[in-house]
């Protein structure tokens, strides 16, 4: 997060506005939830998880255990149960 002085961005009538609330503190300004990302998209983070769990699922169908799974993926047996029984939702 970068932080940008605000008579850069804003026009005066609106730090004026802003000042009657607060005076010399730093405000956070969220993005608007359209523009939002996913977590882990600009990282790849989470195309890698999805790759990871994919193969845990189908590791399972070939005959794999839950234990063994938990053992190679070193996540705990109730993580891969999840991620074997859970919905695909992407």
């Known amino acids: 997060m970068k932080y940008v002085k605000a008579s850069h961005v804003l026009p005066e009538k609106l730090i004026r506005e802003i000042q009657k609330y607060v005076q010399g503190d730093i405000i956070y300004i969220p993005k608007p939830a359209a523009s939002r990302e996913r977590w882990g998209s600009q990282s790849g983070e989470r195309k890698r998880i999805d790759r990871r769990n994919a ?5 399972y169908a070939d005959g794999r255990s839950v234990a063994e799974l ?12 999840k991620i074997i029984y859970s919905k695909r939702l992407r």
């Open 70 to 81: 938990a053992a190679q993926y070193c996540l705990s047996v109730d993580t891969i149960k």
């Open 55 to 59: 193969a845990i699922r189908q590791s």
